[in-house]
């Protein structure tokens, strides 16, 4: 059985947690990161994801579920930049119904929508 831990100050942890999440894509990034995903939001996850709370009322978690907060956080980073890029009409997006999924690449301005098509089969 893992051993689980007290969280003492949840905003705390939430924002290390986004800040070590952010740090996997670039190291020194001073982007605003409440616009990416909110200190709130990180904490619901938290929550959600917890153990449940000891008798004074604090979350608990394990290793098992702080890797698993620290890769939905760093991928909703990563899903939203990807967002983005494709709202600044930077990359080209599309939903693969095959993988069910959202697809990105690179914009190519030589390609004409006909030839798009073919990307997004």
């Given amino acids: 059985m893992l051993e689980s831990y007290?969280?003492?100050?949840i905003k705390t942890l939430a924002s290390n947690i986004r800040k070590e999440s952010a740090e996997i894509f670039c190291k020194d990034h001073n982007t605003d990161l409440e616009g990416y995903i909110t200190?709130?939001?990180?904490v619901s996850l938290i929550k959600e994801k917890s153990l449940g709370q000891n008798n004074d009322g604090d979350y608990l978690i394990n290793d098992k579920i702080y890797d698993d907060l620290f890769k939905s956080v760093a991928t909703i980073?990563?899903?939203v930049s990807l967002s983005r890029l494709a709202a600044s009409d930077l990359i080209e997006s599309a939903w693969d119904n095959d993988k069910n999924k959202m697809i990105f690449w690179p914009k190519d301005k030589n390609l004409?929508?006909?030839?798009?098509s073919d990307i997004i089969k």
Avoid at 6 to 9: G, M, N, P, R, T
Avoid at 112 to 116: E, F, I, V
């Fill in 6 to 9: 007290v969280i003492l100050d």
């Fill in 39 to 42: 200190l709130n939001q990180i």
């Fill in 77 to 79: 980073l990563y899903e």
């Fill in 112 to 116: 004409d929508s006909a030839d798009k």
